[in-house]
Nanobody, 116 residues
Framework: QVQLVESGGGLVQPGGSLRLSCAAS????????MSWYRQAPGKEREFVAR????????NYRDSVRGRFTISRDNALSMLYLQMDNLLPDDTAVYYC?????????WGKGTQVTVSA
């Protein structure tokens, strides 16, 4: 079955950086686009970034463009999110996502807290 396991979250000061990782298994990783979503307390889950399966083309939500970079290593079945110049509004649980067999699949998430 599809498994997505996020890691790399933590507490960071405003302006700091974190790198999130997602270990994927149970499906042909290199054939599928991958995404990051996030959910802040009291808010709905929102799209953060997506990367295509081939060519590594990426798109981002406006508020993170220029600060976050999504990447993947198909040989290792790993997805990454490099987050720089973090803001308090980036505080959320971050989730790895893919659509496989017409279903959304989610990890359990990793907490990112941006606070002084």
């Amino acid at each position: 079955q599809v498994q997505l396991v996020e890691s790399g979250g933590g507490l960071v000061q405003p302006g700091g950086s974190l790198r999130l990782s997602c270990a994927a298994s149970g499906f042909p990783f290199s054939d599928y686009g991958m995404s990051w979503y996030r959910q802040a307390p009291g808010k709905e889950r929102e799209f953060v970034a997506r990367i295509t399966s081939v060519g590594g083309m990426a798109n981002y939500r406006d508020s993170v463009r220029g600060r976050f970079t999504i990447s993947r290593d198909n040989a290792l079945s790993m997805l990454y999110l490099q987050m720089d110049n973090l803001l308090p509004d980036d505080t959320a649980v971050y989730y790895c996502n893919t659509i496989y067999s017409s279903r959304h699949h989610w990890g359990k998430g990793t907490q990112v807290t941006v606070s002084a």
